[in-house]
């Protein structure tokens, strides 16, 4: 059984276009996070909601819409994408919002052509 | 604020070496620090933490990171590399405050020779 589980692996889109990432855990976590990791590998954290409630949000541009529609999932919705947005996107969860994330999902490897 | 920095992008052993990662901190306030493996095409995995308790943590398969206040330090070592342990590593720190907000440094990627 996958802990964080994301899905799609691969995204492949235009510029302009709306575009979703959806993420599960199965571990009863409270706390869900997105990272974003571009080309260098240097990895950023999105978001952070606790229990369906958003407690971090890094200056994120408004395109980037996050959704938890209960603990178990968080989504991300992207509209008008960018050349910019080209990455890797992590979902991750922690026991509550105090511990670390101690699982990552596989990643949503995001090319905007 | 907070920040990582982790000397050397690349580092090389061979198999049945010590291992040495380097990462130094930056933070006005006292820190929990934590060392992450990433496999090619996988998330992160942690693979251990210090959080204000000993000051030499074990992780998972033999890893271990000392954190040294005076050189606001927290390299991260494993005595004999294997084959397996090639990946990229990432250290990050976090502030104790109503929510975790980890800062990740660049990464350092092992390569382990036969």
């Known amino acids: 059984d996958t802990a964080v589980s994301q899905t799609p692996k691969y995204l492949v889109t235009q510029m302009g276009n709306d575009k979703s990432i959806k993420c599960e855990q199965n571990l009863g976590h409270d706390t869900m996070y997105w990272y974003k990791q571009d080309s260098k590998k240097f990895l950023k954290i999105m978001f952070s909601y606790n229990n369906k409630e958003l407690i971090i949000n890094e200056t994120v541009p408004n395109r980037f819409s996050p959704k938890s529609p209960d603990k178990a999932h968080l989504n991300l919705h992207i509209n008008s994408l960018e050349l910019g947005d080209s990455a890797v996107y992590f979902c991750?969860?922690?026991?509550?919002?105090?511990?670390?994330?101690?699982?990552f999902g596989d990643g949503t490897r995001l090319s905007i052509l | 604020a907070q920040s990582v920095t982790q000397l050397g992008s690349h580092v090389s052993v061979s198999e049945g070496a010590l291992v040495l990662l380097r990462c130094n901190y930056s933070?006005?306030?006292?820190?929990?620090l934590f060392w992450y493996v990433q496999y090619p095409n996988q998330g992160l995995q942690l693979l251990l933490k210090y959080t204000s308790a000993a000051t030499l943590v074990k992780g998972i398969n033999d890893f271990e990171a000392e954190f040294k206040k005076s050189e606001t330090s927290f390299h991260l070592t494993k005595p004999s590399a294997h084959m397996s342990d090639a990946a990229e590593y990432f250290c990050a720190v976090s502030v104790p405050s109503g929510y975790n907000k980890l800062i990740f440094g660049a990464g350092t990627r092992l390569a382990v020779h036969p």
């Open positions: 991750a969860s922690s026991q509550n919002r105090l511990a670390q994330p101690q699982h």
């Open positions: 933070s006005s306030v006292p820190p929990y």
